[in-house]
C-alpha cells in the first residue's frame, strides 16, 4: 500500500516566469484562514484582499488563463453563458449591490482557479508536491493552535465545545467544509510520501487528526460526503483506487482511536464532560435529521417556482429567507443557485460540470496501469470533487469563505494536472478576442467587488458608527458582512 516512487507528469506546455506565485498566495490566505483570522468575517476579508492582489495576475497572464479555458470549449461555453445569466440576474435582483457582490467573487474565484490551472500545468510534478507539504505545514500549525487551546482548557478545568476547537472558524462546521476539499489530498501525500520519510508519517497524523476533528464536531455532512466520494472512486476506477482506499480508512480508524482518547477518556479523567459524544449525532438525527434544512429547501423550491427564470438574484436567498432565521442559504448548492440564478443558469452549471468529470475521467485512459502515482493523483482528485459535490447538497461548504479557497486551490490542481497529460493542451492557442475577453471579465469582476464593498469599507475604516436602522439589522457589527439576519 505504501508504494515509494515519486510523482510524475508530463514535461510543462511552456516556461513561465511567475511560476507559481498565484498558487502560493492562495496558501498564503489559506494561512491566515487558519492561523490569523478570529471569525467569519476575518476570513471574508482575507479572501477579498487575496482576490484583490490576484485581478493584476490574471490580467497580466490574461494569455495563460485564457489558454486552459480553450481547452475545455463545452466548460467555457457553460461557464460564460452561467455567468451571463448571473448577471440578468443581477440586474432583477432587489438589492444591486448585494447581487454584485456575490456575482463578482464567483467570477473571480473561477478565474482564479483558471490561474491556478495555467501555474500547476507548467509546475507539474514539482508544484504538485510543493502544494502538498505546504498544505501539510500549515495544517500541522492549525493543530497545534487547536491542541494548545485544548490543553489549556483541561488544565484550567474549563469546559469547551466543538465550536471554540474550531480556532478561527466562526462554528465547527465551517472548519468541517474546509477539511471536505483538503482531507483527500493530505491522505495522497502520504501516499506518495518516500517510505520512512516525515512526511509519510506527520500527514498521516494530520489526516488522523482531522478525522478526529470531524467526529468530535459532528460532521455528518462532510462525512457522507467523503464517503460517497470514495465509494464513487471505488466503482469508477477498481482496482487502481484500493491502496488510497485502504489509506483513507486507515487514517479514519486512526482518527475515532484520537476522538475516543483526546476528546472522550480524556475530559471524563480531568472531571470534564466528554466533547462530541456519539449520542449526540444519534439525538439530533432522530429528533430531526435535516436539523431544520427542509424549512431552508422548501422556501428555496418556493423561490424556484416563482423565479424560474433568473431566480431572486445572487445572495438573495438570505433576504427572502430572513424570517426563518435559521439560515442565510439554503445548505444545498442546487437549490441555491436554481433559486438565486435561475433554472437556466443551473443547467449551465451543471453541464460545466459534467463536461470537467468527463474530462477528469478521460484522464484515466491517459495513464499505464503500472503509473501507480498519477492512478492515486487521478483517485484523490475524484473523491474530493465528489465529496464536494454530495457535502454541499447539506451544507455551506460552497459558501464559506476558507472553504471557497479550499475548493478553487482543488478545482486548480485537478485541472491543471489534467491539462499537463492532454497532448491536445499544448497545441490549443485561444484567439485575440478570448483573451481580450478574460481581460474584460476580470476588470469587470473587481470592479462590481469593488463597487459592492467599498462604502462599508470607508465607513468602517473610518471609525464611523453604524446608524440606528443598521444596528436594529446588525447589533453585533459583523464585517465585512453586508447584512444580518438577511436584511438588504
Known amino acids: 500500500m505504501f508504494s515509494s516512487v515519486q510523482l510524475t507528469a508530463r514535461l510543462p506546455l511552456q516556461t513561465s516566469p511567475y511560476r507559481t506565485v498565484a498558487t502560493r498566495l492562495v496558501i498564503v490566505a489559506l494561512t491566515a484562514g487558519f492561523l490569523w483570522a478570529a471569525n467569519h468575517d476575518d476570513q471574508r476579508c482575507i479572501e477579498l484582499v487575496l482576490l484583490a492582489l490576484l485581478a493584476p495576475l490574471m490580467l497580466a497572464h490574461r494569455d495563460s488563463v485564457a489558454q486552459i479555458i480553450a481547452i475545455r470549449p463545452v466548460s467555457r461555453n457553460c461557464i460564460a453563458a452561467f455567468f451571463a445569466l448571473g448577471a440578468a ?17 464567483l467570477l473571480l474565484l473561477a478565474f482564479t482557479a483558471a490561474l491556478l490551472a495555467a501555474e500547476m500545468t507548467r509546475a507539474g510534478a514539482a508544484g504538485l508536491r510543493m502544494l502538498l507539504r505546504c498544505l501539510l505545514i500549515v495544517g500541522i500549525l492549525h493543530a497545534v493552535r487547536i491542541g494548545l487551546i485544548y490543553a489549556a ?98 487514517s479514519a480508524l486512526a482518527g475515532a482511536a484520537i476522538y475516543v482518547l483526546a476528546f472522550i477518556l480524556l475530559p471524563l479523567a480531568f472531571g470534564l464532560v466528554p466533547v462530541g459524544v456519539p449520542s449526540n449525532v ?4 432522530v429528533a430531526d435529521p435535516s ?32 424570517k426563518l432565521y435559521i439560515g442565510a442559504h439554503p445548505h444545498d448548492w442546487l ?16 453541464g460545466a460540470l459534467a463536461s470537467a468529470a468527463r474530462a477528469l475521467l478521460h484522464t484515466g485512459k491517459r495513464i499505464a496501469d503500472d503509473d501507480l502515482h498519477n492512478q492515486q493523483i487521478l483517485v484523490a482528485f475524484l473523491t474530493a470533487c465528489a465529496a464536494i459535490m454530495v457535502d454541499g447538497v447539506f451544507s455551506g461548504v460552497l459558501v464559506m ?24 493542451s499544448a497545441s490549443t492557442s485561444p484567439s485575440r478576442p ?31 458608527e453604524a446608524t440606528p436602522a443598521e444596528k436594529a439589522i446588525n447589533n453585533k457589527g459583523n464585517w465585512p458582512r453586508l447584512w444580518e439576519a438577511g436584511y438588504f
Open 291 to 322: 436539523s431544520g434544512r427542509t424549512l431552508l429547501w422548501a422556501l428555496a423550491l418556493q423561490l424556484i417556482g416563482a423565479h424560474p427564470w433568473l431566480g431572486v438574484g445572487p445572495l438573495h436567498f438570505a433576504h427572502e429567507g430572513h
Open 434 to 464: 478570448a483573451r481580450y475577453a478574460v481581460a474584460l471579465a476580470v476588470a469587470v469582476g473587481l470592479c462590481g467587488l469593488a463597487w459592492s464593498v467599498a462604502p462599508d469599507f470607508l465607513r468602517h475604516a473610518k471609525g464611523e
Open 335 to 350: 437549490l441555491q443557485i436554481g433559486a438565486e440564478w435561475g433554472l437556466p443558469a443551473l443547467l449551465c452549471l451543471l
Open 401 to 424: 469563505p476558507q472553504s471557497q479557497l479550499a475548493i478553487v486551490l482543488l478545482a486548480g490542481c485537478a485541472t491543471g494536472w489534467v491539462s499537463s497529460l492532454d497532448p491536445t
Open 153 to 250: 482548557a483541561l488544565a484550567s478545568g474549563v469546559q469547551i465545545d466543538m465550536h471554540a476547537l474550531a480556532a478561527g472558524f466562526s462554528n465547527a462546521r465551517f472548519f468541517n467544509h474546509t477539511l471536505t476539499p483538503l482531507l483527500p489530498l493530505m491522505v495522497l501525500l502520504t501516499l506518495q510520501a518516500p517510505l520512512r520519510s516525515a512526511w509519510r508519517w506527520v500527514s498521516f497524523a494530520l489526516a488522523a487528526f482531522w478525522w478526529a476533528f470531524m467526529f468530535v464536531s459532528e460532521a455528518r455532512a462532510s462525512l457522507l460526503g467523503l464517503g460517497a466520494g470514495l465509494t464513487i472512486a471505488l466503482v469508477l476506477r477498481g482496482s487502481h483506487a484500493r491502496d488510497f482506499a485502504k489509506l483513507m480508512a486507515l
Open 89 to 105: 440576474a443581477t440586474l432583477s435582483a432587489f438589492s444591486l449591490r448585494h447581487a454584485v457582490y456575490e456575482w463578482s467573487i
Open 282 to 285: 444519534l439525538a439530533r438525527t
